[in-house]
């Protein structure tokens, strides 16, 4: 399976600033994602990130918060932007080949915001 | 609103056990189901995909069942160990729901030796 490489791995944050979040792939794939996981909870979508063209992102989260790029088939970056203490959470790269294939994901990175 | 539960939240069995992990989805008009595993602090690892069109999936001591009529998929361990110990997660990829896995929330294993 492709390995997925996530920086940073942990951050405490400022409130009211932003950090980019990047993830790097080492084999091309057809599919990449962005998912949430809020303390205590489980994994929320927040967009597929589509090579080339705007993000499609989920029901309850805009491009202005969570600006995402994906410039080619192996990289991918999240941004979570003007962040409050709300967003505190881990924020995790996925990938799939084709449809038929399983779905891995990277290690997370864990957000703290003050 | 299709949504995945898992069932129990925690378990906690001794070394050796066979074990199972019960996960149910709202609509049966599914993709595929997904296991992984979640260590703490780490990411997600992927344990067994079921396809559909499958009845259940092995790998070692792990077997993945679906039915998607009663809208249940269950995973077994077989002689679990200390190292089995982590949070076991099932997703569902419904078919109207376009590519985004639904999450349950999990089941929290305790294996003791």
């Known amino acids: 399976s492709a390995v997925i490489s996530q920086k940073p791995s942990r951050d405490i944050c400022q409130r009211g600033t932003s950090l980019t979040i990047q993830c790097q792939v080492d084999?091309?794939?057809?599919?990449m994602f962005w998912y949430r996981q809020q303390p205590g909870q489980s994994l929320t979508l927040i967009a597929t990130a589509n090579q080339g063209s705007e993000a499609t992102y989920e029901s309850g989260f805009v491009i202005d918060k969570f600006p995402i790029s994906r410039p080619n088939l192996t990289f991918s970056t999240l941004t979570v932007s003007n962040m409050s203490p709300e967003d505190s959470s881990i924020y995790l790269c996925?990938?799939?080949?084709?449809?038929?294939?399983?779905?891995?994901f990277g290690d997370g990175t864990r957000l703290s915001i003050l | 609103k299709q949504e995945v539960t898992q069932i129990p939240a925690a378990l906690s069995v001794p070394e050796g056990e066979n074990l199972v992990l019960n996960c149910s989805f709202t609509?049966?008009?599914?993709?595929?189901l997904q296991w992984f595993r979640q260590d703490p602090g780490k990411g997600l690892t992927s344990l067994l995909l079921i396809q559909s069109s499958q009845r259940e999936q092995t790998s070692g001591r792990l077997n993945a069942s679906l039915d998607k009529s009663s809208g249940r998929s269950t995973l077994y361990i077989a002689a679990s160990q200390p190292g089995d110990s982590a949070t076991y997660l099932c997703?569902?990829?419904?078919?109207?729901?376009?590519?985004?896995?639904?999450f349950g929330k999990g089941t929290t294993l305790s294996v003791s030796s």
């Open positions: 996925s990938v799939r080949g084709t449809e038929n294939q399983p779905q891995h």
């Open positions: 084999s091309q794939v057809t599919m």
């Open positions: 997703a569902v990829r419904f078919n109207q729901a376009g590519t985004a896995l639904i």
């Open positions: 609509d049966s008009a599914i993709y595929n």
